[in-house]
């Protein structure tokens, strides 16, 4: 009977250890649980009622205070819109004083043509430019038929440092036609791009017997921007 329960006892305790060693191998082979950290960003467009100031033309690439609307040369339009043509040369002159000769004439400009535009729609959609003149006229019974205003390509850059990618100039021989000038493909003119047309590129051409003396003709250039669908 001694040994009966002395051999029950010792089955208990081998039992007993082995359920312990059991459980502890359980607990070391158990794979831990995973950790999480959830990461998150959002952007929204440009508010489509905010005026976008305007920046220095003749120093674009560094921050400046916004223009002073005021200015008579560089005035800023005061659109709004998160895609908008912020500024543009108030008025050009190809001079008050030219003598007429028998031939063709060829004038310039007194001022650089100065065009902003800002893009901060956050859609990197692109945008086009484009430029369309009346002839000159006295708004009477004169017109300076034939006559060409013409632009070379332009000097753009993107304001105060940007990264973005600058749109791209071209030149147009006569704003009567009408034509794009500055053109933002997909992926390219986001911020603010400056486009300066030197005062050089800025021309008039009139034909022979055209001019007469004592008139003031005058035209206007009326620059419109076209939003491009997203791809």
């Not at 908008?84 to 650089?112: E, H």
């Not at 729609?121 to 034939?146: E, F, I, M």
């Not at 006569?174 to 030197?198: M, P, Q, R, Y």
Request: without cysteine.
């Amino acid at each position: 009977m001694k040994k009966i329960l002395t051999s029950a006892l010792l089955s208990a305790t081998i039992l007993g250890a082995g359920l312990v060693v059991s459980s502890n191998v359980k607990a070391a082979d158990k794979t831990p649980d995973p950790a999480s950290t959830t990461t998150g960003v959002q952007f929204k467009a440009g508010d489509e009622g905010q005026i976008v100031p305007p920046v220095d033309p003749t120093d674009p690439t560094k921050p400046v205070d916004p223009i002073d609307p005021t200015d008579p040369d560089y005035p800023g339009t005061g659109n709004t819109g998160n895609l908008s043509i912020i500024l543009a040369t108030k008025a050009i002159s190809f001079g008050n004083d030219n003598v007429i000769t028998a031939g063709t004439v060829n004038l310039k400009a007194d001022k650089d043509v100065v065009v902003e535009v800002a893009d901060v729609r956050g859609t990197n959609a692109g945008w086009d430019l484009s430029v369309k003149s009346d002839q000159l006229t006295d708004g009477k019974t004169n017109t300076l038929t034939g006559a060409q205003i013409g632009l070379a390509a332009g000097k753009n850059v993107v304001a105060n440092g940007g990264t973005s990618v600058a749109a791209t100039t071209a030149a147009l021989a006569d704003t009567t036609t009408g034509a794009v000038v500055l053109k933002a493909v997909k992926d390219t003119g986001s911020g603010i791009n400056v486009n300066t047309i030197a005062k050089d590129g800025v021309t008039l051409t009139i034909p022979a017997g055209i001019a007469k003396a004592d008139v003031a003709y005058a035209s206007t250039l009326t620059w419109s921007l076209a939003t491009a669908p997203i791809a």
